[in-house]
């Protein structure tokens, strides 16, 4: 067989010349996959939804099925049961593998496997990262790793307004830890992977783009996230999202569905986030969050046109609680915040980031802009649950906040969109957003 001819009259192009884009993309992707999935594990969690006497949540029953079968996870789309001809309603379908065999608790009750999930193993000596909701009020937690060894988690501690968790495992030799990439250095566009367990076939890897930053779902209060068309369906979350260079740049967490299953838009958790969480998690058994005390708007073009400044050059003010940090410092409703301890603010949800992960009691300078002039202030952070308490004496042990969402589009100035500093900005996604399990 004669070779491929040049495809244009000068000659320049083959076909083979062509096929190098292709073919170095495939080999980025199965370089990537072979350096990062040594690091994933799958998690099974047993006795979730249960009370002291064995008994299942009856609002529960039925997940464990569906976890490992090819079913909707919540019963929301809009087909109905008997427009597919094919379908026997009657008929299950199986599982992908055996349901493990129940485990024994300490007072030796049965407890079935609940949860589904997969993680990533951040240091040799046995931390993984994972979601909340995979472990969430499971009795026992067991990894499995790529060579089908089994262990047991210990020491488990979430954060449900990241839904972000981490434990500990014993092994007997060092594992393999993931390399946590900088999430904050992607771009819209930028091919990812995503490596984890749906419906319990391990170590599967489907490949997409970031298609968005910043996206705000009604489940996760806290933080913004990646938005992905790498397939993540149920058994995925908790596992990591990765580039081109077998680094982890996000944890997936929930897909947008109408169907229940995989339709195209998935979530994950920027690495740089969970990374701090996990840390958090893991010294102090809790998410130390810190807060000024403020409301913000969004500098957007209706906003802007009403305070005559340029869009985006930061966020407005437009609410101060009395006696907060941020009063005490001197900011004032309609100050536009520029910079805040040395960093560009352009989004109420980027001052959100950076005040929340400073010490708490710590000086910080912030930039504002006041009637066309700008001001260097200190402000001295508070604990998130009282931003009157500068010196951060008071416990934050309880990390749940109570703090109002309003509306995006109501008028400036006491009205308009905005959070407490440190808070979820409280956008929706539009479609039903479900966790993945």
Not at 32 to 44: C, D, F, G, Q
Not at 294 to 319: D, F, H, M
Not at 330 to 358: C, H, W, Y
Not at 401 to 420: D, I, K, M, R
């Amino acid at each position: 067989m004669s070779s491929p001819g040049p495809l244009y009259a000068d000659g320049d192009e083959t076909i083979d010349d062509l096929q190098v884009g292709p073919r170095s993309l495939s080999r980025a992707f199965r370089n990537a996959a072979r350096e990062a999935s040594p690091s994933v594990v799958t998690i099974l969690s047993y006795g979730q939804n249960m009370d002291d006497q064995g008994s299942a949540d009856k609002k529960n029953e039925g997940n464990l099925q569906d976890e490992f079968s090819e079913t909707p996870l919540e019963g929301n789309s809009d087909e109905e049961p008997d427009s597919n001809p094919n379908l026997n309603p009657n008929e299950e379908i199986p599982p992908a593998e055996p349901v493990p065999s129940p485990l024994l608790s300490e007072d030796g009750t049965s407890l079935p496997i609940t949860g589904l999930g997969s993680g990533v193993i951040i240091s040799a000596d046995g931390r993984i990262i994972t979601n909340h909701h995979v472990v969430a009020g499971a009795k026992r937690v067991v990894i499995q790793l790529p060579d089908q060894t089994e262990l047991e988690g210990f020491d488990i501690q979430g954060d449900v307004e990241s839904d972000v968790a981490t434990f500990r495992v014993r092994p007997t030799e060092p594992l393999t830890a993931a390399t946590l990439g900088d999430s904050d250095s992607l771009e819209i566009g930028d091919w990812v992977l995503a490596i984890g367990s749906p419906f319990k076939l391990e170590a599967t890897v489907s490949a997409g783009i970031i298609s968005a930053k910043h996206r705000a779902i009604a489940r996760i209060s806290r933080g913004r996230l990646l938005q992905t068309d790498a397939a993540i369906n149920p058994g995925n979350s908790g596992g990591p999202l990765i580039d081109l260079d077998g680094d982890v740049i996000a944890i997936s967490t929930a897909i947008a569905t109408r169907s229940g299953g995989y339709q195209g838009i998935g979530f994950a958790i920027p690495i740089n986030q969970a990374r701090w969480i996990a840390d958090e998690l893991a010294k102090f058994g809790k998410v130390r969050r810190a807060a000024i005390g403020i409301r913000l708007a969004e500098l957007n073009k209706k906003v802007a046109t009403k305070l005559n400044l340029p869009v985006g050059i930061g966020v407005v003010v437009y609410q101060v609680i009395e006696g907060s940090a941020a009063a005490k410092a001197g900011m004032k409703p309609l100050d536009v915040i520029t910079d805040f301890a040395g960093e560009t603010v352009r989004r109420s949800n980027d001052l959100q980031e950076i005040v929340e992960r400073l010490p708490i009691g710590s000086m910080q300078a912030v930039s504002v802009l006041r009637s066309g002039e700008k001001l260097e202030l200190q402000v001295q952070l508070a604990p998130i649950e009282d931003p009157t308490d500068v010196s951060g004496s008071k416990d934050n042990s309880d990390t749940t906040s109570n703090s109002n969402t309003v509306e995006p589009n109501a008028p400036l100035p006491a009205q308009e969109s905005g959070t407490e500093s440190g808070l979820n900005p409280g956008a929706q996604a539009d479609p039903p957003v479900k966790l993945a399990p």
